[in-house]
């Protein structure tokens, strides 16, 4: 069974880099699938922030692509998340999810982590 | 930002049926599959059809969807007090090259 757990300081200040984690059981990070990140601010709907591949291919959402990265770290089977330069805008509960390819809905999910924007 | 547009919120008692549509473009429903996930409060989203009509494994038959031209349809049959939740379509969007969601379905359950 695949497992995905978010993982990550719950306040970040204004204008520093919000850094998550997502660690995947079940099933090896490089043997295929997307693994992406969606946020939901409290009592909005889901946003897509991005995916990346085991090859290194990655789609971001265009309104965050400048700040954001994604990456995959095979070693520890995770997937992190880099969102620079946030505001009270960024505040959300980010989730992690695997998606088949880039036309493929979201089959796994984590429960997410709470990301607060506050100094 | 471009999103999928549906309704707010649709109601429905006990054992009747409701649909709840998701409007998009050419670049995203147009031409590409349709997914929907229900999300219950304080969870994370469920996939609940994908490739339009299909559902996964556990998704009672309830549970249909459908797609034609730039919009889609999620329907729920035999409405059930634990069918409360909030629904949201997804698809991917060519021009964006990125991933979009529904503004998200409240449903009620009379």
């Known amino acids: 069974q695949v497992h995905l757990q978010e993982s990550g300081p719950g306040l970040v200040k204004p204008s520093e880099t919000l850094s998550l984690t997502c660690a995947v059981s079940?099933?090896?990070?490089?043997?295929?699938?997307?693994w992406g990140w969606i946020r939901q601010a409290p009592g909005k709907g889901l946003i897509y922030i991005g995916s990346?591949?085991?090859?290194?291919?990655?789609y971001y959402n265009p309104s965050l692509r400048s700040r954001v990265t994604i990456a995959l770290d095979p070693t520890s089977n995770q997937v992190s998340l880099k969102l620079n330069y946030v505001t009270a805008a960024d505040a959300a509960v980010y989730y992690c999810?695997?998606?088949?390819?880039?036309?493929?809905?979201?089959?796994?999910w984590g429960p997410g982590s709470l990301v607060t924007v506050s100094s | 930002q471009s999103v999928l547009t549906q309704p707010p919120s649709v109601s429905a008692a006990p054992g009747q049926s409701v649909t709840i549509s998701c409007s998009g473009t050419?670049?995203?429903?147009?031409?590409?599959?349709v997914s929907w996930y229900r999300q219950f409060p304080g969870a994370a989203p469920q996939l609940l059809i994908y490739?339009?009509?299909k559902r996964p494994s556990g998704i009672p038959d309830r549970f249909s969807g459908s797609r034609a031209g730039t919009s889609a349809t999620l329907g729920i049959a035999g409405i059930q007090t634990g069918d409360e939740a909030d629904y949201y379509c997804?698809?991917?969007?060519?021009?964006?090259?990125?991933?979009?969601f529904g503004t998200g379905t409240k449903l009620t359950v009379l």
């Open positions: 079940g099933y090896s990070i490089t043997s295929g699938y997307y």
């Open positions: 490739d339009d009509n």
């Open positions: 997804g698809a991917w969007d060519n021009g964006l090259s990125a991933g979009l």
């Open positions: 050419i670049s995203n429903i147009g031409n590409n599959y």
């Open positions: 990346m591949y085991r090859s290194g291919g990655a």
């Open positions: 999810a695997r998606h088949y390819g880039t036309r493929e809905p979201f089959d796994y």
